[in-house]
Every structure is written in C-alpha cells, then in structure tokens.
C-alpha cells in the first residue's frame, strides 16, 4: 500500500514536499512516480526516479522546480515542489510497479 502526504493550500510561489511511504512493503528495486490528476481529467506523469535513485525523469512543467528523491531506508519517495503556481493545483499520486496510492491534493492560490 503506498500513502501519500504533504499536500495543502500553499500561495503562488511557495514550495511542499510530498511524501509517499510504502506502508507494508518496500520501494527498493523499483522506479517510482508521481503522477497528478487535474478535474475532469486523467492522470498525467510528473516525475519519476530509478531504482537506484541516481535517475529522475521530469515532465516539462516540473523541470527546473520539482526535485524527486527516494530514501530506502525509510521506503519513502519524496518531491519537493518550488515556486509553485495555480496550474500546479491537483491532487498527486505515487505509484509503484503498478500500485496506486490515494493521492494528496496540492492547492496553489494566486
């Protein structure tokens, strides 16, 4: 079960971490991502780090602002989101080799 946290109402330009901990089990040997998901919309990739941690892959809108990272050892997968803006409003998943959390909705006021 993955678990999300970190999210909340943040004014434009403020920053969050999200967190994602793997509840019962373990991150390790898997790539994890964070996708988000708009209203009315699908879900949508925002970012994603390797097994190992030493890859991350970014979608456009996130480069540059949003840094991915993992911790093992805590079976926690993290991102750290800066200089947030409205369009950045959504609720935000992580996902594991195929498993979905929740989600943490991330409201950005202007």
């Known amino acids: 079960q993955l678990v999300e946290s970190g999210g909340g109402l943040v004014q434009a330009g403020g920053s969050l971490r999200l967190s994602c901990v793997a509840s019962?089990?373990?991150?390790?040997?898997?790539?994890v991502a964070w996708f988000r998901r708009y209203p009315g919309k699908e879900r949508e990739f925002v970012a994603q780090v390797s097994e190992t941690g030493a890859g991350q892959e970014y979608d456009d809108s996130a480069k540059g602002r949003f840094t991915i990272s993992r911790d093992d050892a805590k079976n926690t997968v993290y991102l750290q989101m800066n200089n947030l803006e409205p369009e950045d409003t959504a609720v935000y998943y992580c996902?594991?080799?195929?498993?979905w959390g929740r989600g943490t909705q991330v409201t950005v006021s202007s």
């Open positions: 019962g089990g373990t991150f390790s040997d898997f790539e």
């Open positions: 996902v594991a080799r195929g498993i």
